[in-house]
């Protein structure tokens, strides 16, 4: 069988390298089995200039199994933009469950708010408008956060992870799940340096940095899956 040169192979967001086959899996088992909120939470930031910044579908479809299997009643989310992985959180856990919400930009969050409203879910979220490590070190100067939270997902300022890592091994009980977006970096992380964009490198070296910590991490198990950007998937065993 002969191979495509790895020369040969152009840059392409879509990390299966192939359009029509991602295309495939959201049209066979994504979008039918998408909430009709989530749907309308997508269609309103579709014209948003960084519209990329949001959770693929089939990372949030995958998020919530998760969130319904470590039955996630109490978690937090470090990086919202318009709300599609929030409101995927919300519309996954209890009446009564709880979202802390971490996000320096309200203006993104409130394109989604209406349709988080509309959903009936907006209370059970809390949004902070900060920065995520002072906030962080705020909730653990409380004892009663430490080892609280069922869940966690993280999708903000990259060269931050592994601070952020540190600090959820702390807020975060054993058996609860973190998942980190982006992990892969547009496939990047897999590229000669010299073949990456100048201006994504510094980016791209801190995210494979932070996928050989957490792998080399015995507080975890990981999983680091080619889903949307890639998400690394922790369970905090220790």
């Excluded at 040169?5 to 088992?29: G, H, V």
């Excluded at 910044?53 to 009643?73: R, Y």
């Excluded at 000669?192 to 490198?201: C, F």
Aim: glycine letters at 6%.
């Amino acid at each position: 069988m002969e191979h495509t040169p790895k020369e040969a192979i152009k840059p392409n967001p879509i990390l299966l390298q192939s359009e029509d086959l991602y295309e495939y899996i959201l049209e066979t088992s994504v979008y039918p089995r998408e909430p009709k909120p989530l749907k309308d939470l997508r269609d309103a930031s579709a014209s948003h200039p960084l519209a990329f910044f949001g959770t693929s579908p089939d990372a949030a479809q995958l998020m919530a199994m998760l969130l319904k299997l470590v039955n996630a009643k109490k978690t937090i989310e470090i990086g919202v933009f318009t709300g599609y992985s929030l409101l995927t959180t919300a519309l996954n856990i209890p009446d009564d469950g709880k979202i802390i919400a971490i996000d320096v930009n309200r203006k993104s969050y409130e394109i989604g708010l209406p349709t988080i409203q509309e959903a009936g879910v907006e209370h059970k979220i809390n949004f902070i408008e900060s920065k995520a490590l002072p906030y962080l070190d705020k909730l653990l100067e409380n004892q009663e956060n430490e080892g609280s939270f069922d869940f966690a997902f993280v999708d903000a300022d990259k060269d931050n992870y592994w601070n952020y890592h540190e600090r959820l091994m702390k807020l975060c009980k054993i058996g609860a799940i973190i998942i980190y977006d982006n992990t892969l970096w547009g496939g990047m992380v897999a590229w000669a340096e010299e073949s990456v964009p100048a201006a994504k490198r510094k980016l791209r070296l801190s995210t494979i940095e932070f996928n050989q910590s957490i792998t080399a991490d015995p507080r975890v198990e990981v999983s680091l899956a080619p889903l949307g950007d890639g998400v690394m998937i922790c369970r905090r065993i220790s």
